[in-house]
């Protein structure tokens, strides 16, 4: 879709608004590499001649937008920040986010968009499950994995790759196995217990990075192993046969989070730009460009865009959510753990 198609189509959403005296800069902390270039090629320009606001686009990691919302708590610089479910959950535990005007288009949300209340919500979501290099798997004479209990088969040993829990994938992981064993976020126990004695005889690298996991997909070593529905497209986009899985007994959503930032004095526009996003053009983009699955229900995709990201109400409503209230108050006590026990 063409940024001046997308300016017309969500030019309807803006126009409901209160028209604002003056335009204004926005400042949007949010993440670099291709969201960004999704942004500035095909939402950014859109929205600021619908608006005559400018974005100032801060690029950085979770992590670094987190930080930058601890130092400048007194007077932030951003007046809108997207980062991860995780560290969104605790911005808005230490008062960095403020509220989230009600607008009619937030009537069209998923009810798993609404993560905290009125301070912050999911923009986009991507699915934690299984992959596999399919001709492997064919020459193999192997059945395609549709359960996590795959990642216990001796048959793929030295031949599975999964990112540590450091990593969302990895974490969803634990928490995916200790729901499987009978305990779950709050009993975590038999999750670490079967990664130990079930899965970890299999896995040739607890992998962090997305180029480290893409290499060893592409050279042969790993054939499969757990990543997130969008890391998958992007390698299949490349031309190299593999595959996504929603496994039967479910996936754990991974969702990138809105919220405006808390100021003594918010800017308006920071209100009419989080709206901007949710409407089924800007999800759209979203979805074709980054993979994100909208979470806007009015969202009509491309089979070929829809095949590749959750979407649908059906998808959508099977996607588990992470209860970071206790995730985020363990993580570091289960990470010393993990440290310890399953990559020792």
């Keep these: 879709m063409k940024t001046f198609t997308l300016a017309l189509a969500t030019a309807s959403c803006i126009s409901v608004l209160p028209a604002l005296a003056t335009a204004e800069d926005i400042y949007v902390g949010s993440?670099?590499?291709?969201?960004e270039n999704v942004f500035k090629q095909r939402i950014i320009p859109a929205f600021e001649k619908a608006t005559g606001h400018k974005i100032?686009?801060?690029?950085?990691n979770?992590?670094?937008?987190?930080?930058?919302?601890?130092?400048?708590?007194?007077?932030?610089?951003?007046?809108?920040v997207?980062?991860?479910?995780g560290p969104m959950e605790q911005a808005v535990q230490y008062g960095f986010c403020g509220s989230i005007e009600p607008a009619p288009i937030y009537d069209d949300l998923y009810p798993l968009a609404r993560i905290a209340n009125d301070q912050a919500l999911a923009l986009g979501v991507v699915a934690t499950g299984l992959f596999y290099?399919?001709?492997?798997?064919?020459?193999?004479?192997?059945?395609?994995?549709?359960?996590?209990?795959?990642?216990?088969?001796?048959k793929y040993a030295d031949r599975?790759?999964?990112?540590?829990?450091?990593?969302g994938y990895g974490l969803q992981t634990l928490l995916m196995f200790a729901d499987l064993r009978g305990g779950g976020a709050s009993n975590i126990d038999p999750g670490f217990k079967a990664l130990i004695d079930e899965v970890g005889p299999n896995v040739l690298a607890w992998e962090p990075s997305p180029g480290k996991m893409t290499e060893l997909f592409q050279n042969g070593d790993a054939v499969i192993g757990v990543w997130g529905s969008g890391r998958v497209k992007a390698l299949q986009d490349t031309g190299f046969p593999v595959k996504f899985v929603y496994p039967k007994e479910g996936a754990y959503a991974l969702f990138t989070a809105i919220c405006p930032v808390a100021k003594k004095q918010p800017k308006a526009g920071s209100q009419q730009f989080i709206q901007f996003l949710f409407s089924p053009e800007s999800q759209t983009a979203l979805a074709e460009g980054q993979a994100w699955g909208p979470v806007n229900s009015k969202v009509t995709l491309a089979p070929e865009v829809a095949d590749k990201v959750p979407y649908g109400p059906e998808q959508i409503g099977q996607l588990k959510s992470v209860d970071y209230g206790i995730v985020n108050a363990k993580r570091a006590e289960w990470t010393n753990r993990w440290n310890r026990t399953v990559e020792r």
């Design 160 to 167: 599975m790759v999964i990112p540590p829990i450091s990593n």
């Design 133 to 154: 290099n399919t001709e492997a798997f064919a020459k193999a004479g192997w059945a395609a994995p549709d359960s996590w209990e795959a990642l216990t088969d001796a």
């Design 62 to 80: 979770s992590t670094d937008t987190l930080a930058k919302l601890q130092a400048e708590r007194n007077n932030p610089q951003f007046d809108v």
């Design 56 to 60: 100032i686009y801060v690029a950085g």
């Design 31 to 35: 993440y670099g590499g291709s969201t």
């Design 82 to 85: 997207l980062i991860d479910d």
